[in-house]
């Protein structure tokens, strides 16, 4: 093993892989460090993205879907499939399948593109010297003319409900059990809670959801959460705003939650609890004192908009540094520095990373809500159009949600888009297109789109915005 690299890069969840892999292909004798270990106890690529997030989450969340449309949906098209039923087991192989098809393709891209994998710990020293601890064996001292720092996140631990691995657990344990819980607990309705609480729920269990801010989705646009809201409690997601959890005990079977909210001290009892409260920088043992990295005040590697750390050709990407905590957003911070240390000049557009949150009805974004441009004071136009009136909503049998397009009052300029509906994780795409490109809503609205798509929707909240739509009565007449 060569122990001079151009680039090392610690970390090979989806900011860290993806920068190594651009690295690699710009020509640069780049090496990758990961220490995780999979299920079945062999070293795995891809972070938590790959192994414990966003994909085995998908996985579930798609197979979950597919049992609610067939189980509840299916005789309102015609079709009677009487027993349907569900196989954890099996639910559970098939995500852990997808998990290994897809961690072991990462290790196929970084062969076909020559990124060396270095499985076991790393942490850099001073003047990018890396140190590096495989699985097996003894430390190694490797050199690097550039680093990249790419360790991820994990979820934060709250004292009030300590995991215990087997009823109180976190979202990793939550993607693992054996049966559907009659009653299960969510602690935070964030995007994870909400997501992991809506698979469980699609599957039999009765959920409660405790969350201690009073606002549902703050960061989403108003008119889109509350409409949400309405329509996960619907599904039977048992929201509770404005409840703050402080302790959970296991007595027996179950656990004892206790919380308070404004009436008071409450407790709830439940078969398993599943912690959601966030996620947290990882930084634990991957800084030597004197390597010239420094934490901002949160905790995360600071870093300027170009992803610099304080020490010279060092670099951070992804969830270790501040912005979002998204696989997208720390991919394309990964690829960047890759492209500057090859002496390109890209740039990350923080303005137009889209945000999603995989429930059904999805909900997805992508720049400002209507109630930041009112805080902010701006001139600001919506136009909005519903899938109830979309025919390939009312076709496909799937028509909870709408599309919300904003734009500059004077410029028409897009400010943002706000989707929730079916596959708005695809449709919001869309929207960061245009974003990206500058356009205004009349831009969106010239473009012809394919008949029928959800996608119309899209086109004709565009159309609102100046009161064009033509398959909606518009409220302003133009
Ligand atoms: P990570 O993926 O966390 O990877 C960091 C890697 O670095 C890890 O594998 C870790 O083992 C390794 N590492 C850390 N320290 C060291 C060290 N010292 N030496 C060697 N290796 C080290 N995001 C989305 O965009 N869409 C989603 O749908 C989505 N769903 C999610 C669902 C769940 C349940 C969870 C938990 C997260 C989800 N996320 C989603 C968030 C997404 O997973 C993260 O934003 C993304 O994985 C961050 O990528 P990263 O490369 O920065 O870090
Ligand atoms: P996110 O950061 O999007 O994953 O969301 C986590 C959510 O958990 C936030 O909305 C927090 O308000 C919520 N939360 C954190 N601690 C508690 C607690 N003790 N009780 C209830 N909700 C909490």
Redesign the pocket.
Known sequence: MSEHYDVIV????????EAAIRCAQLGLNTAC????KGKDGEP???????????I???ALLDASHKYVEASQHFAEIGINAPDVSVDVPKMIERKDEVVKGLTGGIKGLFTGNGVTPLY????LLANRQVSFTPHDGAEQILQAEHVIL??????VAIPPAPLDGDRIVD??G??DFTEVPARLGVIGAG??GL??GSVWNRLGAEVVVLEALEEFLPMADERIARDAKKILTGQGLDIRLGTRVTGAEVSGDEVVVSYQDKDGDQSLSVDKLIVAVG?RP?T???LAPDCGVNLDERGFLYVNDLCQTDAPNVYA????VRGP???????EE?VMVAERIAGFKPLVNYDTIPN?I?THPEIAWVGKTEQQLKADGENYTVGSFPFAASGRALAANDTQGMVKVIADADTDRLLGVHVLGPQASELIAQAVIAMEFDASAEDLGLIMFAHPTLSEAVHEAALGVSGHAIHMINRKKK
């Open positions: 610690i970390g090979a969840g989806p900011a860290g892989y460090i990961e220490k995780d795995t690529l891809g972070g938590t993205c790959l192994n414990w997030g966003c085995p989450s998908k076991g710990t790393g942490k790419a360790a991820g996140s994990v979820p979202s990793t939550a993607l995007v994870i997501e992991l996620r990882y634990e043992g991957l990407v992804g969830d270790v905590m998204l696989a997208h957003k720390g991919g990964g999603v995989y």
